[in-house]
């Protein structure tokens, strides 16, 4: 099974731009999709964005598309949240998942991204 460690979060003001980072072993990383979630304070937790094995197809929640790019590099087991154009209500723990079909069975340790005014 696969193990999934983010990071890259921070402080960053409004307008900012960071690059979260999901690295990931002990499984075939080209087998799984990648999913990117967030959970802010006294919220629940909601997802962002996800990616297919191949890179080939990307998602994205509305209130994020336009700002944030998914991708991944199979042959460095990493998948990558690009965030640009950062917004206030964008602070939050970010999390990596992996799927084989449905289900998010993986997930990582979470990364604090706070996005000052």
């Known amino acids: 099974q696969v193990q999934l460690v983010e990071s890259g979060g921070g402080l960053v003001q409004a307008g900012g731009s960071l690059r979260l980072s999901c690295a990931a072993s002990g499984g075939t990383f080209s087998s799984y999709q990648i999913g990117w979630f967030r959970q802010a304070p006294g919220k629940e937790r909601e997802y962002v964005a996800h990616?297919?094995?191949?890179?080939?197809?990307?998602y994205y929640a509305d209130s994020v598309k336009g700002r944030f790019t998914i991708s991944r590099d199979n042959a460095k087991n990493t998948a990558y949240l690009q965030m640009n154009s950062l917004k206030p209500e964008d602070t939050a723990v970010y999390y990596c998942?992996?799927?084989?079909?449905?289900?998010?069975?993986?997930w990582g340790q979470g990364t604090q991204v706070t996005v000052s005014s």
């Open positions: 998942a992996a799927r084989r079909i449905i289900e998010y069975n993986y």
């Open positions: 990616i297919t094995r191949n890179g080939g197809g990307t």
